[in-house]
């Protein structure tokens, strides 16, 4: 069985449940939090030396890091990654948008003001963020006016890849009904076959960090 490393907070996790139940695959879930610093712990350090979730020990061993990497890879064959190079460059545009300019602003929003004991304390990062989220999402909505997905005439792994974090919007302080457009691509996107909302278990069964690392 395929084993899942992360926590349900994390939107990138989320992406990895949402491709793996996508294809029907089981897969166990390793709670591993950076909120409990996790994933800088010397054990899980042995297993992905980038220190971050998610991570995905396949059935051989191999393990593979990086959420854009394991969408990629179980993409690969379905129509959630199309043919065609100019078409495969669209879907890996939006991806690095999503790594480059959506995700930097609205997860780190939503850490700094859910997940720190004093968020005022990060009051001027979170100045700095706002403006940054807004353009991010501004851009979504412009793509979304005349089309109903990122990256051609259906879904792709680009949609999978912004969805969690956009899904999670008001947690970074942004109010969605300012794009209508998003609000009907999130409800697209989740009206998918296989589709496995934010928050929700998509694991056969859990175990705790210590539990499986023996700790």
Same mark, same amino acid.
């Not at 545009?93 to 700094?112: D, I, N, T």
């Given at each position: 069985m395929l084993t899942l490393f992360g926590n349900l907070e994390s939107g990138n996790v989320h992406k990895v449940q949402m491709i793996l139940a996508r294809r029907g695959l089981a897969f166990r879930r390793v709670e591993v939090a950076q909120v409990r610093g996790e994933p800088r712990r010397p054990e899980y350090l042995a297993l992905n030396p980038m220190g971050k979730v998610p991570a995905l020990l396949l059935e051989d061993g191999d393990v593979m890091t990086e959420s854009g990497a394991i969408l990629y890879h179980f993409a690969e064959g379905t129509p959630l990654w199309p043919e065609g190079r100019?078409?495969?460059?669209?879907?890996?545009?939006?991806?690095?948008?999503?790594?480059?300019?959506?995700? $930097?602003?609205?997860?780190?929003?939503?850490?700094?003001?859910?997940?720190? $004991?004093? $968020?005022?304390?990060?009051?001027?990062?979170?100045?700095?963020?706002? $403006?940054?989220?807004?353009?991010?999402?501004?851009a979504m909505q412009a793509r979304l006016g005349g089309a109903s997905w990122f990256a051609g005439d259906g879904p792709s792994i680009a949609d999978y890849a912004l969805y969690p974090y956009t899904r999670m919007a008001n947690e970074s302080g942004l109010e969605l009904e300012e794009w209508p457009s998003l609000s009907r691509w999130l409800a697209r996107v989740e009206a998918q076959p296989g589709f496995l909302p934010v928050y929700a278990e998509g694991a056969a069964e859990t175990v705790g960090f210590d539990a499986y690392f023996g700790t």
């Open positions: 100019r078409a495969q460059a669209e879907v890996l545009r939006w991806m690095f948008f999503e790594q480059y300019s959506h995700e $930097p602003a609205l997860a780190v929003l939503r850490y700094l003001r859910n997940y720190t $004991p004093e $968020p005022v304390r990060h009051e001027a990062r979170l100045t700095e963020l706002r $403006p940054r989220a807004h353009f991010a999402l501004n």
